[in-house]
């Protein structure tokens, strides 16, 4: 049996929480995301909302990873990297539009397909996201290389709850969560926009579809960046980010 593990963060990196004291910028705030991302000593790392100058801070200071893509969506770039230890597993990207990139994997005689994904905001934007979703899975059928594949479609889907049970009948896929640390927003406890109201919801999403019958498990779900910054009390980024490792 393989495994991956798996971190997906919208970073928000363009912003910083305006809980933050006047000696904070976007600098240090960079670098305390860069931190989080490095401990987690990822196979795949998946950001949302991720800058230019971001980009260029990870692929400067982490070493052991390597830049695969960036789409530009509503809200700056989706950028998919990979640890080093994987590149001859590495078998291209299969789809890049809208904030949305889909790379191939071959491992333990199975094709997986990581979609990294930052679909449209907004409740009045339901129709829009249906049609992002069916673009891209679209996309995975006419890549199939074999009947036996697996699919991990993950980021920040923007989703509401009343959106999710349409998805996983329409796709067939399961939606893992950690039902004690569910929420990747939480403005009640993350004061970090302007014009944020107390609201918790599961934007970001893990959702697995596996073509046979053979045992897959997603295992050790944790939020990244739930916490404060130490000895401070604003957070780095709006959404807390999801690590998991999913086990084939």
């Given at each position: 049996?393989?495994?991956?593990?798996?971190?997906?963060?919208?970073?928000?990196?363009?912003?910083?929480?305006?809980?933050?004291?006047?000696?904070?910028?976007?600098?240090?705030?960079?670098?305390?995301?860069?931190?989080?991302?490095?401990?987690?000593?990822?196979?795949?790392?998946?950001?949302?909302?991720?800058?230019?100058?971001?980009?260029?801070?990870?692929?400067?200071?982490?070493?052991?990873?390597?830049?695969?893509?960036?789409?530009?969506?509503?809200?700056?770039?989706?950028?998919?990297?990979?640890?080093?230890?994987?590149?001859?597993?590495?078998?291209?990207?299969?789809?890049?539009?809208?904030?949305?990139?889909?790379?191939?994997?071959?491992?333990?005689?199975?094709?997986?397909?990581?979609?990294?994904?930052?679909?449209?905001?907004?409740?009045?934007?339901?129709?829009?996201?249906?049609?992002?979703?069916?673009?891209?899975?679209?996309?995975?059928?006419?890549?199939?290389?074999?009947?036996?594949?697996?699919?991990?479609?993950?980021?920040?889907?923007?989703?509401?709850?009343?959106?999710?049970?349409?998805?996983?009948?329409k796709y067939n896929v399961i939606d893992f969560y950690n039902p004690i640390d569910k929420y990747t927003w939480n403005s009640y406890i993350n004061i970090?926009?302007?014009?944020?109201?107390?609201?918790?919801?599961?934007?970001?999403?893990?959702?697995?579809?596996?073509?046979?019958?053979?045992?897959?498990?997603?295992?050790?779900?944790?939020?990244?960046?739930?916490?404060?910054?130490?000895?401070?009390?604003?957070?780095?980024?709006?959404?807390?980010?999801?690590?998991?490792?999913?086990?084939?």
């Amino acid at each position: 049996m393989s495994n991956l593990k798996i971190l997906s963060w919208n970073i928000s990196s363009d912003n910083i929480s305006i809980s933050s004291g006047f000696d904070w910028n976007i600098i240090k705030n960079h670098h305390g995301i860069l931190g989080n991302i490095i401990i987690g000593e990822y196979d795949i790392i998946c950001l949302q909302e991720c800058n230019q100058q971001f980009i260029e801070l990870l692929q400067r200071k982490y070493n052991n990873i390597t830049f695969l893509s960036k789409s530009k969506s509503h809200c700056q770039y989706t950028v998919t990297y990979i640890n080093n230890n994987l590149i001859e597993n590495y078998k291209g990207i299969c789809y890049n539009d809208e904030g949305i990139i889909n790379i191939k994997l071959y491992m333990n005689n199975k094709y997986i397909y990581i979609i990294n994904c930052h679909l449209f905001p907004g409740s009045n934007s339901q129709s829009l996201r249906k049609l992002q979703l069916h673009r891209v899975m679209n996309s995975i059928k006419k890549d199939i290389d074999n009947k036996n594949c697996l699919y991990i479609i993950i980021g920040d889907m923007n989703l509401r709850e009343y959106e999710t049970n349409d998805i996983l009948n329409k796709y067939n896929v399961i939606d893992f969560y950690n039902p004690i640390d569910k929420y990747t927003w939480n403005s009640y406890i993350n004061i970090f926009n302007k014009d944020s109201k107390p609201y918790k919801c599961r934007f970001d999403r893990i959702f697995v579809k596996n073509d046979e019958d053979d045992n897959i498990s997603v295992n050790d779900i944790q939020l990244i960046g739930n916490q404060p910054i130490k000895n401070r009390k604003h957070f780095l980024s709006d959404h807390f980010g999801l690590s998991f490792i999913i086990n084939f």
